[in-house]
């Protein structure tokens, strides 16, 4: 038997999945578990445990340990950036030099996670370079066989920003690479920082805000950023600061310790950074459309490049730049690309998966393909547990017969104007909550947005929430009829839906959609078929079911949430909840 647990250890947004004979049986970040605070760095040993207990097995049991970090990949490129920057460089070394050293130790680790012998443990390790782990992580899981491009862009890992990839059967084959400084993902992020956002992972907001903005501070972005046929992308000298050493996963008071990615002269050209502590401005919503814009034209100058080299309408894409769901549609409409795969957890959790299934297929030279269809990879509870805390909870239960009294209960509440926490089965795997640990809303209420904004998610009111639609109903409302299982594409929105659905259309008149179908998730589906019935609109609002925090794990973090916040219902298994109405 082949038991391949896929860690990604000692950096932000921690996970481990676990492949048994090519099939993954679970995922889960850390975040989910342990402390939980987001983006945890913290050795996914929770997750670990909770993946080896739930199907029955020991660390012992495990063949291959596979990391998404290869220290011995672009050593070229390391080397003449230390040359070329020794004072940062050497910092950047040393930092380097305790990560390896991490590493290596990692079977005392996790033998002593599990409470097991280090002695006795016999699984092999596995090093695969971080962008090819992410193009794995899409590829191999995707339901592609024949000729695929593969693209994976982030920040950095293993000094690499992006790498192309010709992928075909089995093989994943690196056809180009951009090493570091280029990043477009430290470009983003550089001026996320600068706007004001300076916690770990806060990219997202920059894509909200966007849409407020004018680009007027084009010529500028298109001076940090260039690009030509020759090349990939390039960052203007200068402007950005990476690499300069220092704890890699540093926390305080559990959160994220983050560098500083730009340098003074960036204020030379766009005037003076954003203190946090002071209100957004016109001038901040601009500078993030020019961003975003300029993000976007060298995201499908990339991609139009890709297609050059591997000529196929289907494409894998992986990466923390991969979630930005703006330029995914973008690329739709604007490259000759017509058919993407991006699986639920692009970003740096997804590594471990990817490095997991190309230890199936490169290292055990299986052909054997797995196919994710759903996101439904995490934690799930026993209805015994489920209806205890329901009980227990004060609150007023009602307990449905089955699925089909759950969805017709459920669909009233929501279609009355209730906001319905939504709590079934396992838990989903990336960020996306994807109508598991989902609360949901009417997406035809005006006020709805702001309700949500204000009362439960406790968050800046330019972010906006993503519709949950029918499969077959994506063309009715959207201009792009794209399959996003994930929540990975932003559309627009038709014209004479925009009014109709405020509480999910975004001020440029785009929704972060989902498509859901029947396979994927026939609960989900069954709801918002009940909830059409009753209204004539084929999808509900979705948003995380959390209030600053990762995502519920347990029935009893999913009523905790549903006491401190103003949500009016929740559906924990069969068990439907109601707040008292006071008088």
């Given amino acids: 038997m082949s038991v391949i647990l896929g860690l990604n250890a000692f950096h932000a947004d921690s996970a481990a999945c676990l492949v048994i004979d090519g099939k993954l049986v679970g995922a889960v970040a850390e975040e989910r578990l342990g402390e939980r605070f987001k983006h945890s760095p913290e050795f996914p040993e929770n997750a670990v445990r909770w993946l080896l207990a ?56 996790l033998a002593i996670a599990c ?16 962008h090819l782990s992410h193009i794995a992580s899409a590829y191999y899981v995707s339901p592609f066989e024949g000729l695929t491009a593969g693209f994976s862009y982030d920040a950095s890992g293993d000094f690499c920003s992006a790498m192309a990839a010709r992928c075909e059967g089995p093989v994943i084959t690196p056809i180009d690479k951009v090493v570091l400084p280029n990043s477009l993902g430290f470009f983003y992020t550089a001026l996320c920082q600068f706007i004001g956002f300076t916690g770990f992972g806060e990219e997202y907001k920059v894509m909200g805000l966007a ?6 501070f084009g010529a500028a972005m298109r001076e940090l950023v260039t690009f030509s046929d020759s090349d990939w992308f390039r960052l203007a000298p200068g402007y950005f600061g990476m690499h300069g050493g220092g704890e890699s996963g540093e926390t305080q008071a559990g959160r994220l310790v983050v560098g500083r990615l730009w340098t003074e002269r960036m204020q030379q050209l766009l005037g003076p950074a954003r203190d946090p502590a002071t ?20 995201a499908i100058h990339c991609l139009n490049r890709l297609h050059k080299m591997v000529p196929t309408g289907q494409l894998a894409m992986a990466g923390g730049c991969a979630l930005n769901g703006v330029a995914n549609a973008r690329i739709l409409r604007e490259t000759p690309f017509t058919t993407p795969y991006l699986q639920a957890a692009a970003s740096d959790d997804g590594t471990c998966l990817g490095a997991a299934f190309h230890v199936w297929h490169a290292v055990q030279g299986r052909s054997e393909r797995f196919h994710m269809e759903h996101a439904a990879w995490g934690p799930g509870y026993s209805d015994d547990r489920i209806r205890a805390v329901a009980q ?19 669909s009233g509440l929501i279609a009355d104007g209730l906001v319905t926490g939504w709590y079934q089965g396992r838990s989903e795997w990336g960020p996306r909550a994807l109508g598991n640990r989902s609360i949901l809303a009417n997406p035809a209420i005006l006020t709805m947005k702001d309700t949500i904004n204000a009362k439960i998610k406790r968050r800046e009111s330019f972010r906006p929430f993503a519709p949950s639609v029918l499969r077959e109903q994506v063309a009715t409302y959207f201009e792009q009829d794209v399959y996003s299982p994930f929540m990975m594409h932003v559309v627009r929105l038709r014209p004479e839906w925009r009014e109709r659905l405020p509480a999910i259309t975004h001020v440029d008149g785009t929704g972060r959609l989902q498509s859901v179908d029947p396979a994927s998730n026939p609960l989900y589906h069954q709801l918002i078929s ?26 009893e973090q999913a009523l905790a949430c ?3 916040t103003e949500m009016d219902a929740l559906c924990l298994g069969r068990y439907i909840l109601r707040k008292r109405v006071a008088g």
């Fill in 54 to 109: 739930d199907n029955g097995l020991k660390l012992a049991d495990v063949t291959h340990v596979a990391l998404p970090r290869d220290t011995n990949a672009n050593r070229p490129a390391k080397m003449a950036w230390v040359a070329r920057n020794p004072a940062t460089g050497i910092g950047a070394a040393i930092e380097h030099f305790r990560r390896r050293g991490k590493t290596a130790s990692m079977i005392d680790q």
């Fill in 392 to 410: 227990a909870s004060g609150f007023a239960v009602q307990v449905c017969a089955d699925d089909a009294e759950l969805v017709e209960v459920a």
């Fill in 530 to 555: 009940a909830f059409m019935r009753r209204t004539g609109i084929g999808m509900v609002l979705n948003t995380s079911f959390n209030e600053n925090e990762p995502v519920v794990d347990t029935p």
């Fill in 562 to 564: 549903f006491a401190r």
């Fill in 279 to 298: 209100p957004l401005g016109q001038r901040e919503m601009d500078i993030a459309r020019s961003a975003q814009v300029r993000f976007e034209d060298a």
């Fill in 211 to 216: 849409p407020y903005g004018e680009d007027r």
């Fill in 115 to 130: 409470g097991e012998d280090p002695a006795a443990q016999k699984f092999d390790t596995v090093h695969v370079e971080h």
